[in-house]
């Protein structure tokens, strides 16, 4: 009766476990924590959004049982919105789901389509659920590169014809987390024509389609017309409108895999609390001002984030889009790989990142810097970290925090 439960032993410790710790450990001893590690958006909700929410909840009919799937007002605003933003036409009936938002969405479509030891292609360095979802519902998980381009497109043709069995699913990811890689339309068919002659199905996280930055707005992989035939997107509430803690988000796309989700959701939950249902469709029916300034506030941050760290020593790449920005280790710290070099950044500086390894093995040089925090605050965490490069001067190997000479 000792031994772990087959699915735990199939899950390592979350690596953020890791640092957590040492975050509660310092602020109880007094230590001001810069917290650039969870991507836990720290805007307010919009007052419209709140205000629908608030005025819901007084009618005591909202406060029965909902509708796993999503009361049809908002899954019809979700289908207006992919009709306004993507030109994509879908049915509210058919081709949408809401979900407690995209995290449940994916672990869910997992349990839905997976059979032991069926094979998924994913991206890695990717959000965890992209891999552990799967692992989960006892699936077998292929690495991709993660950079849209024409080494994924040569990797997606050589993993199809070296796995046995052949893929079921392919993972898609863009505006990436943790990367910040934006894919184009051009790819997109690439990648869709190849799946649909290959019979694999295609599950896109679009949780980002709102933060970018530079150039056109991230484009649907369903804005290819034969992705219909194989393809489900996942899209978030979450950051487009600071409502991370309202736990809603949408699944939609071709049917066979919404209706596999939908049956899977009956028996597990009732759906959102009815009154976030209804505000969410006030988000998504209401003005786009408030996320055109929840775009602009990251921008900002994202610039001030770039600019003071650069001068504090460390160049961090300019994210196009997302509200994170995947970092290299300094030099001076790449064999202590992200893990040990985020727990010394909070030890000595005070200032809390999440490692890249996170995100898979391929992201063990890299950490991920959230914009979750001020402009003032970014500046100060700037400052900390010049006076912490300043004493680990490029030359020479940084000890590992507990690790003696």
Same mark, same amino acid.
């Given at each position: 009766?000792?031994?772990?439960?087959?699915?735990?032993?199939?899950?390592?410790?979350?690596?953020?476990?890791? #640092?957590?710790?040492?975050?509660?450990? $310092?602020?109880?001893?007094? /230590?001001?924590? #810069?917290?650039?590690?969870?991507?836990?958006?720290?805007?307010?909700?919009?007052?419209? #959004?709140?205000?629908?929410?608030?005025?819901?909840?007084?009618?005591?009919?909202?406060?029965?049982?909902?509708?796993?799937?999503?009361?049809?007002?908002?899954?019809?605003?979700?289908? =207006?919105?992919?009709?306004?933003?993507?030109?994509?036409?879908?049915?509210?009936?058919?081709? @949408? /789901?809401?979900?407690?938002? *995209?995290?449940?969405?994916?672990?869910?479509?997992?349990?839905?389509?997976?059979?032991?030891?069926? /094979?998924?292609?994913?991206?890695?360095?990717?959000?965890?659920?992209?891999?552990?979802?799967?692992?989960?519902?006892?699936?077998?998980? !292929?690495?991709?590169?993660?950079?849209?381009?024409?080494?994924?497109?040569?990797?997606?043709? !050589?993993?199809?014809?070296?796995?046995?069995?052949?893929?079921?699913?392919?993972?898609?990811?863009?505006?990436?987390?943790?990367?910040?890689?934006?894919?184009?339309?051009?790819?997109?068919?690439? @990648?869709?024509d190849y799946c649909?002659?290959?019979? #694999?199905?295609?599950? =896109?996280?679009?949780?980002?389609?709102?933060?970018?930055?530079?150039?056109?707005? +991230?484009?649907?992989?369903?804005?290819? +017309?034969?992705?219909?035939?194989? $393809?489900?997107?996942?899209?978030?509430?979450? &950051?487009?409108?600071?409502?991370?803690? %309202?736990?809603?988000?949408?699944?939609?796309?071709?049917?066979?895999?919404?209706?596999?989700?939908?049956?899977?959701? *009956?028996?597990?939950?009732?759906?959102?609390?009815?009154?976030?249902?209804?505000?969410?469709?006030?988000?998504?029916?209401?003005?786009?001002?408030?996320?055109?300034? @929840?775009?602009?506030?990251? &921008?900002?941050?994202?610039?001030?984030?770039?600019?003071?760290?650069?001068?504090?020593? %460390?160049?961090?790449? =300019?994210?196009?889009?997302?509200?994170?920005? %995947?970092?290299?280790? +300094?030099?001076?710290?790449?064999?202590?790989?992200?893990?040990?070099?985020? &727990?010394?950044?909070?030890?000595?500086?005070?200032?809390a990142v999440a490692?890249?390894?996170?995100?898979?093995?391929?992201?063990?040089?890299?950490?991920?810097?959230?914009?979750?925090?001020?402009?003032?605050?970014? !500046?100060?965490?700037?400052?900390?970290?010049?006076?912490?490069?300043?004493q680990h001067p *490029?030359?020479?190997? @940084?000890?590992?925090?507990? &690790?003696?000479?």
């Amino acid at each position: 009766m000792s031994q772990d439960f087959h699915r735990i032993k199939r899950l390592p410790p979350y690596v953020f476990e890791h #640092i957590n710790p040492i975050k509660a450990k $310092a602020r109880a001893q007094g /230590v001001d924590i #810069i917290d650039l590690g969870m991507g836990n958006p720290d805007l307010p909700t919009p007052q419209h #959004i709140v205000d629908k929410l608030t005025e819901t909840i007084k009618d005591p009919r909202t406060h029965r049982y909902s509708a796993s799937k999503g009361i049809p007002g908002l899954r019809k605003a979700q289908a =207006s919105y992919y009709g306004r933003r993507f030109g994509v036409k879908l049915n509210p009936d058919t081709q @949408v /789901v809401a979900t407690l938002g *995209s995290k449940e969405g994916f672990a869910n479509m997992a349990q839905a389509i997976t059979a032991p030891g069926d /094979v998924v292609l994913v991206p890695n360095p990717t959000y965890p659920i992209h891999s552990f979802g799967f692992i989960m519902s006892g699936g077998v998980v !292929r690495s991709m590169p993660a950079e849209p381009n024409e080494d994924f497109l040569r990797a997606l043709d !050589r993993a199809v014809r070296h796995s046995i069995p052949k893929p079921i699913a392919l993972i898609l990811n863009y505006p990436s987390n943790p990367t910040a890689y934006v894919a184009d339309l051009d790819f997109y068919k690439e @990648v869709v024509d190849y799946c649909r002659e290959q019979e #694999i199905f295609i599950l =896109s996280d679009l949780a980002y389609s709102e933060v970018y930055f530079e150039g056109d707005p +991230p484009p649907s992989i369903l804005q290819i +017309p034969e992705a219909m035939d194989i $393809a489900v997107e996942f899209t978030s509430m979450s &950051k487009t409108y600071s409502m991370p803690g %309202w736990r809603m988000g949408f699944a939609v796309g071709n049917e066979r895999l919404i209706a596999a989700l939908a049956r899977v959701k *009956s028996y597990l939950d009732y759906g959102a609390f009815t009154p976030i249902q209804v505000a969410a469709a006030a988000a998504l029916n209401g003005p786009d001002e408030c996320v055109s300034e @929840v775009r602009k506030i990251y &921008k900002s941050r994202r610039d001030v984030m770039v600019e003071s760290f650069g001068r504090a020593g %460390w160049d961090i790449p =300019s994210p196009p889009a997302t509200m994170f920005a %995947w970092a290299p280790i +300094p030099d001076q710290f790449a064999h202590l790989g992200s893990l040990e070099f985020a &727990k010394l950044l909070i030890a000595e500086t005070g200032v809390a990142v999440a490692p890249g390894v996170g995100f898979g093995e391929y992201g063990d040089q890299y950490v991920r810097l959230a914009l979750v925090e001020n402009e003032q605050r970014i !500046r100060q965490a700037a400052r900390a970290v010049k006076k912490f490069l300043a004493q680990h001067p *490029s030359h020479g190997n @940084v000890v590992p925090l507990g &690790k003696k000479v």
